[in-house]
């Protein structure tokens, strides 16, 4: 099946290269595209390119999805290569290229949200502490002296750093530790 998908596309190559087509009328930095059924597409190339690699790419280009995954399986198996063999080699090469710029990207982002987390409540300094959660949260009585059981657990997640070492400090003055994550 890859053999007659290869040899249909040399015959591409072959009828595009003897009969007439709409490239015969557009300029030699441009060529036309046969679709099956459909219009030609003109598309520029660079003068540097040589008429047997136009030609190619030409008869791939017209090649249906299927067609194309054939000549793609015929090819690995021709010259004993895989595509994603190449793949990886060219996201690693990317950012190497970028010289000086990729230097600046890799710099660490400065973290802007916090996690204020409630590590241990000592027994005597309960009751203050659950005063201040409900100060900080507008907890009721209830949850906020859930929340001090069950420890270590978040008080505030995704605040501001002022917003976390205010809630830090009060908490410290009653007796609580506390980290912010």
Do not use: Y
Not at 27 to 35: D, F, G, H
Not at 110 to 123: G, H, M, Q, R
Not at 155 to 166: H, I, M, Y
Request: proline share 5%; no cysteine; aromatic share 2%.
């Amino acid at each position: 099946m890859a053999s007659t998908t290869l040899s249909s596309a040399f015959t591409l190559l072959s009828r595009s290269s003897t009969s007439p087509s709409a490239s015969a009328s557009l300029p030699r930095s441009s060529v036309a595209i046969p679709r099956r059924g459909r219009r030609a597409v003109a598309v520029a190339s660079t003068a540097t390119e040589s008429p047997k690699v136009l030609e190619l790419g030409d008869a791939i280009a017209g090649l249906t999805l299927e067609e194309a995954r054939s000549l793609v399986d015929h090819l690995q198996e021709r010259l004993g290569v895989s595509a994603a063999a190449f793949a990886p080699a060219a996201v690693i090469a990317a950012p190497g290229a970028g010289g000086a710029g990729a230097a600046e990207e890799e710099a660490p982002v400065e973290k802007t949200e916090f996690d204020v987390v409630i590590d241990e409540v000592p027994s005597s300094a309960r009751i203050a502490t659950i005063k201040v959660v409900r100060a900080l949260t507008s907890l009721a009585l209830k949850e906020a002296k859930d929340l001090i059981e069950g420890l270590p657990k978040k008080l505030k997640e995704a605040v501001s750093k002022d917003e976390a070492e205010d809630a830090k400090k009060q908490l410290e003055e009653v007796g609580a530790k506390v980290s912010i994550v």
